[in-house]
């Protein structure tokens, strides 16, 4: 038979079968002579083209794609209030999807459109303020490829011709030409990396940009922000790392296959290996980081503390810092310091410290953990001093601001300060024989307090079992608050305490550690901890009774004691001096509070074990290289441990 033949037969078929089913004609198409059958029906419920409902809407809601320099566009969410006429802008530039972020409850009110975003919604809305929100490039709906905290052009790590900084001058040079119900001013904020991303605009910032807000900035990786304190790595960012880099809307999760991460760490073995297990070798980030252990060149050209440092500071800019900030605890004081005395800075450079977790200044500020502040310490700060420092500079409103805002817990008071530190750390608060502290040195002979260090039962920062990181309750966001009870009794953690005060102790400022100690080992972690012990039995709250909250804590990795770029073994049962600072503190001391500092020598698993075998990069240590560790802290004799306390008069 035919071609044709066969092809008339197949389309008599299926008329045939249409007519069974309902009378319906199939679309097909003609052969040839033959008149076109009739288009099939369409059977969808949807329009061709959605027209969304904003029925009592009190804001329009754009989404634009903004060309960048190099042709790459930029996914943006502009939110405009009904009716705004010469209003400023306000930017925050993310990694964490814009769309997400600008939509959070269905709702016609902007209100409820950003309700539980991280940039103090309320005040963004009661001030009128154009909200916009963008993804940095790589990331959800924005074009090009996405490199972590992407260093700046010129830093000799980035071959490109752009940067965050150069994304950030375009996107404001596009939005104050095409906004058109905007007054031309913008200005920066953010928390975390997004208060990275409002630090990188003041690097040759736009005309237009009139005010920054960087909020617990990621400042400095190595230092003591979100990758490694003082040299040890902090264990538990590594699912971030996967889940930020791996896919571009960060889909693809981390797969822990235990309950308690202390176990998914150990059974893991070294952090390296814990990364391979899981395919962070895919990761370029990783390769990057796990190559770099120590504070090289690769760190320090993409500090932001020491970019700024080299520049002037043309647009006013308030620093937001946590004082326990359980991420980016190093990064707001850092530029803080490397700025307060350049030319300019006296009436541009701000600074806030408050009694807060990671972000918590546009939360709930009552309480961290179970510290309670005798005040919304958050909703205050943002009332009285984010509100009208935005609205003096987006709207030429009057403004009463100090230099330094800071929160000083015991008194649980807000203070109007010039500048910080209040006083150096110049009083020294020694440890003791008899595991005790205080303002003056020990008499006699050296003497030691020893402990032994074992790396297959390592000290951890919290309670087992240990959770992956959450924000649902305070398990991670308010840890720096956890009641260090815990730690106190193990043998392998010392504690040093004082007599009972019967004045207030006032420190305001970076205590300095120096710590004079031996290890049998030729490698060694340092923790050191400045604690406030609460009286034994406390009227109303009982349950604060005998509470040891820790004030500042860190930790030091001992191989960087002479270099933090070029690591070295320590020489064993050796007393050698390790001097590093601990995070900002702005605390009294109350009278019938004693005073207690603790040292050991593991804080698992928020940071890798040291396997106390001096090795060439820790990442990859051997479980061979692990080793116990007979440490032995001088607490007596010329060489007498020590913290420098920034104590006021």
């Known amino acids: 038979m035919g071609s044709k033949s066969m092809a ?20 097909a198409t003609a ?35 903004i060309p960048m320099r190099d042709g790459v566009k930029l ?23 814009a769309d997400q972020l600008t939509a959070n409850v269905a709702s016609g009110h902007l209100v409820a459109a950003l309700d539980g975003y991280d940039n103090a919604d309320d005040i963004i809305v009661a001030g009128g303020y154009i909200r916009v929100v963008q993804d940095v490039r790589g990331k959800y709906g924005s074009e090009g490829t996405y490199v972590m905290n992407r260093p700046l052009v010129g830093s000799g790590l980035n071959p490109t011709a752009v940067d965050d900084s150069t994304d950030a001058y375009d996107t404001i040079d596009w939005l104050t030409k095409n906004v058109p119900q905007s007054n031309g001013r913008v200005g920066v904020l953010g928390i975390s990396y997004d208060g990275f991303e409002a630090l990188v605009p ?29 040299g040890a790595y902090r264990e538990l960012n590594t699912q971030y790392i996967w889940e930020q880099i791996a896919t571009r809307d960060s889909s693809d999760k981390y797969a ?26 895919q990761i370029g980030f990783w390769t990057k980081l796990t190559a770099h252990p120590a504070y090289d060149g690769f760190w320090q050209a993409q500090a932001m503390d020491r970019i700024l440092a ?68 958050a909703k205050w700060w943002r009332w009285h001093v984010l509100a009208p420092f935005l609205a003096h500079y987006l709207k030429d409103a009057p403004m009463d601001v100090a230099p330094v805002t800071a929160f000083q817990s015991g008194t649980n008071e807000w203070r109007r300060l010039s500048t910080w530190p209040v006083v150096p750390a110049a009083a020294k608060l020694y440890l003791k024989p008899g595991q005790s502290v205080g303002f003056t040195p020990a008499t006699g002979d050296v003497q030691t307090a020893d402990y032994v260090s074992d790396p297959s039962h390592p000290v951890t920062f919290v309670p087992r079992p240990v959770r992956p990181v959450g924000y649902e309750d305070d398990h991670w ?16 953690v010392l504690t040093f305490t004082s007599e009972v005060l019967t004045a207030p102790v006032v420190v305001s ?15 060694s972690d340092w923790v050191v901890k400045l604690i406030d012990v609460y009286p034994d039995q406390t009227p109303v709250d009982r349950a604060m009774g005998g509470y040891q909250l820790a004030v500042a804590m860190d930790i030091f990795r001992g191989r960087y004691r002479e270099s933090l770029s070029d690591p070295k073994p320590l020489t064993p049962n050796a007393p050698l001096l390790y001097t590093f600072a601990l995070p900002q503190v702005d605390h009294v001391f109350l009278p019938g509070h004693r005073i207690m500092v603790q040292i050991q020598s593991s804080w698992f698993p928020l940071y890798d074990r040291n396997p106390q075998t001096f090795v060439p990069n820790i990442f990859f240590a051997k479980p061979a290289d692990y080793v116990k560790a007979t440490q032995k802290v001088v607490v007596s004799g010329p060489d007498e441990s020590f913290i420098a306390l920034p104590v006021e008069n």
């Open 310 to 377: 080299a520049q002037p500071l043309t647009v006013p800019t308030m620093l937001v810092h946590s004082l326990w900030d359980q991420e980016d605890i190093y990064g707001a004081p850092a530029v803080y310091r490397a700025l307060k005395d350049k030319p300019g800075a006296a009436d541009k450079l701000f600074l806030t410290l408050g009694p807060w977790h990671h972000g918590q200044e546009i939360e709930d500020g009552s309480h961290s953990g179970k510290i309670a502040w005798d005040q919304d310490a």
């Open 202 to 230: 003041l690097v040759h910032p736009h005309p237009a940009l009139k005010v920054a807000v960087p909020m617990n900035p990621m400042v400095d990786g190595w230092r003591g922000d979100d990758w490694f304190h003082n």
């Open 256 to 281: 822990f296959n235990h309950a308690d991460l202390y176990d998914a760490f150990m059974a893991a073995g070294s952090a390296g290996e814990e990364g391979r297990e899981h395919g962070l070798d």
């Open 8 to 27: 008339r037969l197949a389309a008599t078929a299926a008329a045939g079968m249409a007519l069974a089913a309902g009378g319906l004609t199939l679309a």
């Open 75 to 97: 996914h943006t969410v502009i939110l405009i209030p009904k009716g705004a006429k010469g209003a400023p802008m306000l930017l925050t530039r993310t990694p964490y999807s």
């Open 509 to 523: 400022g970076e205590p300095q550690v120096h710590l004079t100690a031996s290890t049998s080992g030729t490698d």
């Open 477 to 492: 966001t308010d840890w720096l608050t956890t009641d260090q009870r815990n730690a106190a009794a193990r043998p392998d």
């Open 31 to 65: 052969a040839p002579g033959h008149t076109k059958p009739a288009a099939a029906p369409v059977y969808d419920e949807r329009p061709a083209k959605l027209e969304p409902s904003r029925y009592g809407w009190d804001y329009e809601r754009r989404v634009v794609e």
